[in-house]
């Protein structure tokens, strides 16, 4: 049984369809990685999975329990939509931490609000999270006095510390310079040592080959291709995929 199922996920802004029937599923421990142009759908797709936009046509399962229905998903009330994205961890582009808070602060925060453990078993998991992305020594940090490698690294253990299903990151390197870039990537192949399911967006395709089970390539909001990752970019059957590749080679 699949962690996740997605089928047939659609959604539109105005007359604009973004998405236009996503369906592919992931098994536990498995890293899918999700390329694809600017305006390809990417970025929607993950805020659909974690409830912050709602197709308007599609289910979500998982581990068997169907947890939305695009027919059904706007009488969803607050409390369910809480409890559904538990499922998910989201790690943004652009970080997202509290700044006034430290280091330790920012991922106890949503464990402590949620009541997930003790006060000491929720800063016991807090400390070993931030001892895995390597930043024990950052603890009482704030986020101003971080790279942004260091802040995109406690963002990864913020989303850990809710043991989420599925750990979901946008573009985790996007905002990064080539230097922080690798940190960030080390600390993902990391995750996937330790059996992390995991879903990334990303333009890193080196990244994306090497680490990935499973590559999606997404177009025109349809998966235009997906497949094994030397399959996928050793042997790309789709047009939109070859002509995709030319270009990211060029900007090599």
Request: aromatic share 6%; glycine share 8%.
């Given at each position: 049984?699949?962690?996740?199922?997605?089928?047939?996920?659609?959604?539109?802004f105005g007359n604009t369809k973004v998405l236009r029937g996503i369906s592919f599923s992931l098994e536990k421990g498995e890293v899918v990685s999700?390329?694809?142009?600017?305006?390809?759908?990417?970025?929607?797709?993950?805020?659909?999975?974690?409830?912050?936009?709602?197709?308007?046509?599609?289910?979500?399962?998982?581990?068997?329990?169907?947890?939305?229905?695009?027919?059904?998903?706007?009488?969803?009330?607050?409390?369910?939509?809480?409890?559904?994205?538990?499922h998910f961890g989201l790690v943004f582009q652009n970080f997202n931490l509290f700044p006034q808070y430290n280091v330790l602060k920012n991922i106890?925060?949503?464990?402590?609000?949620?009541?997930?453990?003790?006060?000491?078993?929720?800063?016991?998991?807090?400390?070993?999270?931030?001892?895995?992305?390597?930043?024990?020594?950052?603890?009482?940090?704030?986020?101003?006095?971080?790279?942004?490698?260091?802040?995109?690294?406690?963002?990864?253990?913020?989303?850990?510390?809710?043991?989420?299903?599925?750990?979901?990151?946008?573009?985790?390197?996007?905002?990064?310079?080539?230097?922080?870039?690798?940190?960030?990537?080390?600390?993902?192949?990391?995750?996937?040592?330790?059996?992390?399911?995991?879903?990334?967006?990303?333009?890193?395709?080196?990244?994306?080959?090497?680490?990935?089970?499973?590559?999606?390539?997404?177009?025109?909001?349809?998966?235009?291709?997906?497949?094994?990752?030397?399959?996928?970019?050793?042997?790309?059957?789709?047009?939109?995929?070859?002509?995709?590749?030319?270009?990211?080679?060029?900007?090599?």
């Amino acid at each position: 049984m699949p962690v996740l199922a997605v089928e047939n996920i659609m959604k539109s802004f105005g007359n604009t369809k973004v998405l236009r029937g996503i369906s592919f599923s992931l098994e536990k421990g498995e890293v899918v990685s999700i390329i694809g142009s600017s305006g390809s759908g990417k970025t929607t797709l993950l805020r659909c999975l974690n409830f912050l936009e709602f197709a308007e046509e599609g289910t979500i399962t998982v581990n068997g329990e169907q947890i939305y229905d695009g027919k059904a998903g706007k009488k969803m009330n607050d409390a369910e939509i809480r409890r559904n994205r538990l499922h998910f961890g989201l790690v943004f582009q652009n970080f997202n931490l509290f700044p006034q808070y430290n280091v330790l602060k920012n991922i106890t925060l949503a464990p402590s609000l949620l009541k997930i453990g003790t006060p000491e078993e929720i800063e016991a998991n807090a400390k070993k999270l931030i001892a895995r992305v390597g930043l024990t020594d950052k603890t009482e940090n704030y986020p101003c006095e971080l790279s942004g490698g260091q802040q995109q690294r406690v963002a990864i253990a913020r989303a850990l510390a809710l043991n989420p299903d599925i750990l979901c990151f946008d573009e985790p390197t996007s905002a990064l310079d080539p230097e922080l870039t690798g940190e960030v990537l080390r600390v993902i192949k990391d995750l996937k040592n330790g059996d992390s399911t995991m879903i990334v967006v990303t333009h890193e395709m080196g990244f994306a080959r090497e680490v990935s089970d499973k590559v999606i390539f997404m177009a025109d909001g349809i998966i235009e291709e997906e497949g094994a990752p030397e399959e996928v970019f050793g042997n790309p059957k789709s047009e939109k995929m070859k002509a995709f590749l030319s270009k990211s080679l060029e900007n090599l």
